[in-house]
């Protein structure tokens, strides 16, 4: 059986980290790993989307539309760019704190409101919240918000039954980052991990 997790974001996110993370997390518990990636001008704040599908019988690098099981969602409305990958019933863990693109700092358009963007989730999936950023600063740094939304799919994963242990996750973390930032990002994965707010 196979397992697709889907992770949207914006460049400079550490979208593609993550994926890695995750998909490093899966060779450790013995799975064949495909990994894929799309991005548009991801050092410009673009949309970037990573695929992990790991199990016995996954081939393809990128999750057919309507199958995935979990989003991590980076970002709030990258995460309704790409809810066509979800399949029912499936699982989104997000990111509450938006990236507002140019077109709404200058007026053109309109960020829509946290509360209509798990209301447009939740017609499909079963959602988690987490400030990932406020709760990154908690930690000691910002930039270990892609640590924390890590630590949260740790906890999300064991109920959407993705065998990916959390030690292993964790591990896998430890082994991208420098020596420095360990303990940072050991806060930021255990925070994740106890403030996620699973909608189930």
Known sequence: MGHNIVISGVGGQGVLVASQIIANS?????????????????????????????????????????????????????SLRFLDYMRKGGYAILNTHPVIPVSVSVGKARYPNIEEIVEALERKL?????????????????????????????KIALQANIPLRKEVLLEAVEERIPQKYIELNRKAFELGYNKVISGL
């Open 26 to 78: 899966a060779i450790k518990e013995g799975m064949k790993v495909r990994v894929g990636e799309t991005h548009g001008m991801a050092q410009r704040g673009g949309s970037v989307i990573a695929h992990v599908r790991f199990g016995d019988d996954v081939y393809g690098s990128i999750t057919p539309l309507g199958e995935g099981d979990v989003m991590l969602g980076f970002e709030p409305v990258e």
């Open 126 to 154: 079963s959602v988690s919240t987490i400030d990932a950023t406020s709760i990154a600063i908690e930690a000691g740094n910002k930039i270990a918000s892609n640590t924390v939304l890590i630590g949260a799919f740790a």
